[in-house]
């Protein structure tokens, strides 16, 4: 597999020279929109300038040469979710060791450099290294790999695992950029925007870019203070630029193209280039008359044609790394290489066990991309696969409970496993290698679901204690703070119930919630032969919040997803979605929302499709935090022939109800209709003038509800709602806030 890859990755280079569709970088758009956040960066930016070149001192004066060697901590995290962007640890030693040559001038292809930048080739003199120890000072390989849906549509909030910028490089590896850097294939935040927003210090790229060309070592130019040739305040190919360095003409420099003659012998901008230097008494020192053709093979272009970088550069890079902005001059510290391990050799550490879940296989279509429930005797089996790393894997060894038809296996691939005994799966892996061993294990891998229904029409869950949802699984798959939990601090009419923790403690700077998703499943219903009506019901309360985010944005919040199954978990179909304000019925809250009366509720009544009434019909809750989202309550789950709020309400004592009440949002008059089914309702305000009044027809002997919406009562206040079945009236108050 390995192999094969690199000799894929050669064939592109060899044959098509620019293959790739991105550009190297879009650093220069993240470096615009910091400077549109904080409009005082430009001034610290010029203040930044101007000590660089005091510190660099013109050309010939007697500023002393630096000839230091500076070593530097790296670590490399990878951001992914067990797809494509799960780069191999071979693959990124590979690449640390390429970067790592072009940082000490050790890369051949210098030898391609055309013959006016051979006097300019500069050699930055510093040594990069993995890590060896961690922030916590145990032992590491220099590879931090972590499980994260913030793998796709990546952007600054991927960074949530940064080790201290002042003591690592931090380079993160991602599947795709989002919106903002679209056509990017990484980027790099300078020193000074470095300083602003020390938790986004670092290179993050596409892992697919990991050792593509030179894209890595261009965004550590970044790191060190390098700008694009023709500057950063444009794109390239628009117009003339600068980068403040004297040996890379000015230019406005190129979209890929490779080494076309075109570029690498591209004048543009640069005919006549010269400098002109001053001593330290101010008289006249030199001119220097620079190459009259563009650099179009600085790393710091976006020829992919990169094969150098001059020796202004190097001074220039090697002046950011020894200055204290964003604390660049602490990376080479004896201290901080010490604390880093930097220097040491890479330890021979033993793996990292882990795994992952695949597709069910057979079965028919499965639909979800992997498959964490499926009933204990499906036809379709959950398929488990060895995802270790850390070390080279010799060999490794499963358990798996809960009667496996393959209870223990050394499969390196995938186990495909069925279960006879229903309930939560452990599964245990231990993975090999010459150095040791580790073994990970996890009681709630999957869920192999009972097929024993629970009950049908008239089926009523409260959710009262823990002990009720024992057969109601829920999965935290990415393993974080947003997730389903039984909650004990709110209820509708106690205080328990389900509850979706999506308020974002985030701040929205990183590890945001949105790009998650987690479900909650249902026991096994039989639903066999029911005609009619018949609804699933339950009763939700919910809220955004804007707090940090600015406005509300309809169009970008949580959802809920009601799916059901009739293939024990092999497949599911949406039968429901409640999204936006709808879903977000208390509006906004800054803080952490939790429902504090019933007019906070809202029922909701899902109608089953009559091809999901069988013998053993499945549903799941599946919560889509949006970046605005804010916590869920969902309560009183029941299946119905009455739409949501009868049942609950209507005892046999009381044939009326009104909920929710208070209420603030409108509500429901719920009643039971008679023989003739005729029923007169009105309702009166605290004077007694009638606000409103209908005669209605229903079905006889039925429970029925009608919507009283908020515009029949504009007025906050009391009123009184009369219903009259048969020439028997009942009156009740009912309370808008
Ligand atoms: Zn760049």
Same mark, same amino acid.
């Not at 393959?406 to 279960?419: D, Y």
């Not at 009638?690 to 009283?708: C, D, L, R």
């Given at each position: 597999?390995?192999?094969?890859?690199?000799?894929?990755?050669?064939?592109?280079l060899c044959v098509a020279g620019v293959s790739r569709?991105?550009?190297?970088?879009?650093?220069?758009?993240?470096?615009?929109?910091?400077?549109?956040?904080? %409009?005082?960066?430009?001034?610290?930016?010029?203040?930044?300038?101007?000590?660089?070149?005091?510190?660099?001192?013109?050309?010939?004066?007697?500023?002393?040469?630096?000839?230091? #060697?500076?070593?530097?901590?790296?670590?490399?995290?990878?951001?992914?979710?067990?797809?494509?962007?799960?780069?191999?640890?071979?693959?990124?030693?590979?690449?640390?060791?390429?970067?790592?040559?072009?940082?000490?001038?050790?890369?051949?292809?210098?030898?391609?450099?055309?013959?006016?930048?051979?006097?300019? +080739?500069?050699? %930055?003199?510093?040594?990069?290294?993995?890590?060896?120890?961690?922030?916590?000072?145990?032992?590491?390989?220099? $590879?931090?790999?972590?499980?994260?849906?913030?793998?796709?549509?990546?952007?600054?909030?991927?960074?949530?695992?940064?080790?201290?910028?002042?003591?690592?490089?931090? /380079?993160?590896?991602?599947?795709?950029?989002?919106?903002?850097?679209?056509?990017?294939?990484?980027?790099?935040?300078?020193?000074?925007?470095?300083?602003?927003?020390?938790?986004?210090?670092?290179?993050?790229?596409?892992?697919?870019?990991?050792?593509?060309a030179?894209?890595?070592?261009?965004?550590?130019?970044?790191?060190?203070?390098?700008?694009?040739?023709?500057?950063?305040?444009?794109?390239?190919?628009?117009?003339?630029?600068? =980068?403040?360095?004297?040996?890379?003409?000015?230019?406005?420099?190129h979209n890929p193209v490779g080494c076309s003659p075109a570029a690498l012998?591209?004048?543009?901008?640069?005919?006549?280039?010269?400098?002109?230097?001053?001593?330290?008494?101010?008289?006249?020192?030199?001119?220097?008359?620079?190459?009259?053709?563009?650099?179009a093979q600085?790393?710091? =272009?976006y020829t992919y044609c990169q094969?150098?970088?001059?020796?202004?550069?190097?001074?220039?890079?090697?002046?950011?790394? #020894?200055? %204290?902005?964003?604390?660049?001059?602490?990376?080479?510290?004896?201290?901080?290489?010490?604390?880093?391990?930097?220097?040491?050799?890479?330890?021979?550490?033993?793996?990292?066990?882990?795994?992952?879940?695949?597709?069910?296989?057979?079965?028919?279509?499965?639909?979800?991309?992997?498959?964490?429930?499926?009933?204990?005797?499906?036809?379709?089996?959950?398929?488990?696969?060895?995802?270790?790393?850390?070390?080279?894997?010799?060999?490794?060894?499963?358990?798996?409970?809960?009667?496996?038809?393959?209870?223990?296996?050394?499969?390196?691939?995938?186990?495909?496993?069925?279960?006879?005994?229903?309930?939560?799966?452990?599964?245990?892996?231990?993975?090999?290698?010459?150095?040791?061993?580790?073994?990970?294990?996890?009681?709630?891998?999957?869920?192999?679901?009972?097929?024993?229904?629970?009950?049908?029409?008239?089926?009523?869950?409260?959710?009262?204690?823990?002990?009720?949802?024992?057969?109601?699984?829920?999965?935290?798959?990415?393993?974080?703070?947003?997730?389903?939990?039984?909650?004990?601090?709110?209820?509708?009419?106690?205080?328990?119930? /389900?509850?979706?923790?999506?308020? =974002?403690?985030?701040?929205?700077?990183?590890?945001?919630?949105?790009?998650?998703? =987690?479900?909650?499943?249902?026991?096994?219903?039989?639903?066999?032969?029911?005609?009619?009506?018949?609804?699933?019901?339950?009763?939700?309360?919910?809220?955004?919040?804007?707090?940090?985010?600015?406005?509300?944005?309809?169009?970008?919040?949580?959802?809920?997803?009601?799916?059901?199954?009739?293939?024990?978990?092999?497949?599911?179909?949406?039968?429901?979605?409640?999204?936006?304000?709808?879903?977000?019925?208390?509006?906004?809250?800054?803080?952490?929302?939790?429902? #504090?009366?019933?007019?906070?509720?809202?029922?909701?009544?899902?109608?089953?499709?009559?091809?999901?009434?069988?013998?053993?019909?499945?549903?799941?809750?599946?919560?889509?935090?949006?970046?605005?989202?804010?916590?869920?309550?969902?309560?009183?789950?029941?299946?119905?022939?009455?739409?949501?709020?009868?049942?609950?309400?209507?005892?046999?004592?009381?044939?009326?109800? +009104?909920?929710?009440?208070?209420?603030?949002?409108?509500?429901?008059?719920?009643?039971?209709?008679?023989?003739?089914?005729?029923?007169?309702?009105?309702?009166?305000?605290?004077?007694?003038?009638?606000?409103?009044?209908?005669?209605?027809?229903?079905?006889?002997?039925? #429970?029925?509800?009608?919507? $009283? %919406?908020?515009?029949?009562?504009?007025?906050?206040?009391?009123?009184?709602?009369?219903?009259?079945?048969?020439?028997?009236?009942?009156?009740?108050?009912?309370?808008?806030?």
């Amino acid at each position: 597999m390995f192999n094969k890859f690199v000799a894929l990755t050669l064939t592109i280079l060899c044959v098509a020279g620019v293959s790739r569709a991105q550009l190297p970088c879009s650093a220069d758009k993240h470096y615009q929109r910091l400077l549109q956040k904080y %409009p005082q960066l430009a001034d610290y930016e010029d203040q930044f300038e101007a000590q660089i070149q005091k510190r660099i001192g013109a050309r010939t004066t007697s500023v002393p040469v630096d000839t230091n #060697t500076y070593d530097i901590p790296l670590v490399v995290h990878v951001i992914h979710d067990y797809g494509t962007e799960n780069i191999s640890d071979d693959i990124l030693y590979d690449a640390a060791s390429y970067w790592a040559d072009i940082y000490m001038l050790r890369n051949a292809d210098t030898v391609d450099v055309i013959p006016p930048f051979l006097p300019y +080739i500069g050699n %930055p003199k510093i040594r990069l290294h993995l890590a060896t120890k961690d922030p916590n000072g145990h032992p590491t390989k220099g $590879i931090d790999r972590v499980q994260s849906y913030l793998t796709m549509n990546a952007d600054d909030e991927a960074k949530y695992n940064q080790w201290d910028p002042s003591k690592y490089v931090n /380079i993160w590896f991602i599947n795709t950029f989002g919106a903002a850097e679209t056509g990017a294939a990484a980027y790099a935040l300078l020193p000074s925007s470095a300083a602003y927003e020390p938790y986004y210090d670092g290179v993050i790229s596409l892992a697919s870019y990991a050792n593509y060309a030179k894209v890595i070592p261009h965004e550590l130019g970044h790191v060190l203070n390098l700008q694009h040739p023709w500057g950063n305040t444009n794109e390239p190919a628009v117009a003339c630029g600068d =980068d403040h360095v004297d040996d890379t003409p000015p230019t406005m420099g190129h979209n890929p193209v490779g080494c076309s003659p075109a570029a690498l012998y591209d004048v543009t901008c640069a005919i006549g280039y010269t400098k002109t230097y001053t001593s330290s008494d101010g008289t006249l020192d030199s001119v220097v008359n620079y190459p009259d053709t563009v650099n179009a093979q600085n790393i710091m =272009d976006y020829t992919y044609c990169q094969r150098m970088f001059t020796k202004g550069q190097a001074v220039r890079m090697r002046t950011a790394l #020894t200055g %204290p902005t964003a604390g660049r001059n602490n990376l080479y510290t004896p201290a901080n290489l010490a604390a880093t391990g930097a220097l040491a050799p890479m330890p021979d550490l033993p793996p990292i066990a882990d795994f992952i879940l695949n597709k069910a296989s057979g079965g028919g279509s499965i639909y979800d991309n992997r498959s964490y429930f499926l009933t204990f005797n499906n036809l379709a089996s959950f398929n488990f696969m060895n995802a270790s790393w850390n070390d080279t894997i010799s060999s490794v060894a499963w358990t798996f409970s809960n009667g496996a038809t393959t209870p223990t296996s050394a499969a390196t691939g995938v186990v495909s496993n069925k279960f006879s005994v229903p309930g939560w799966v452990s599964v245990s892996l231990t993975a090999n290698s010459n150095a040791g061993s580790n073994t990970l294990t996890n009681n709630h891998a999957v869920y192999a679901a009972d097929t024993a229904s629970i009950g049908g029409n008239g089926y009523f869950q409260n959710f009262t204690a823990a002990a009720d949802i024992a057969n109601w699984p829920m999965f935290n798959y990415y393993n974080n703070q947003f997730k389903w939990d039984f909650y004990t601090g709110a209820g509708l009419g106690d205080n328990t119930c /389900i509850r979706y923790r999506s308020f =974002d403690t985030s701040q929205r700077i990183t590890g945001i919630a949105i790009g998650d998703h =987690d479900d909650f499943f249902t026991p096994a219903f039989n639903l066999a032969g029911l005609s009619g009506n018949l609804f699933v019901d339950f009763f939700t309360s919910g809220a955004y919040t804007t707090a940090g985010i600015g406005p509300y944005d309809p169009n970008v919040t949580d959802s809920l997803v009601l799916e059901a199954s009739t293939s024990g978990g092999a497949r599911w179909t949406k039968i429901a979605s409640i999204y936006g304000s709808d879903l977000a019925n208390n509006g906004d809250y800054g803080v952490e929302f939790a429902p #504090t009366n019933a007019g906070q509720w809202v029922a909701r009544s899902v109608s089953i499709p009559a091809a999901y009434r069988t013998n053993n019909t499945f549903f799941r809750f599946q919560y889509w935090p949006g970046n605005e989202g804010n916590n869920l309550y969902l309560d009183k789950f029941s299946i119905s022939s009455d739409p949501a709020g009868v049942k609950e309400l209507l005892t046999s004592d009381n044939s009326f109800n +009104i909920y929710p009440n208070p209420a603030t949002n409108g509500c429901f008059l719920v009643f039971k209709t008679g023989i003739s089914g005729i029923v007169n309702y009105s309702i009166k305000d605290l004077t007694g003038k009638v606000v409103y009044q209908e005669q209605k027809s229903f079905a006889p002997n039925t #429970t029925e509800q009608q919507s $009283i %919406p908020r515009s029949l009562t504009p007025a906050a206040g009391m009123y009184f709602v009369t219903v009259t079945v048969e020439g028997n009236s009942m009156t009740q108050k009912m309370v808008i806030y």
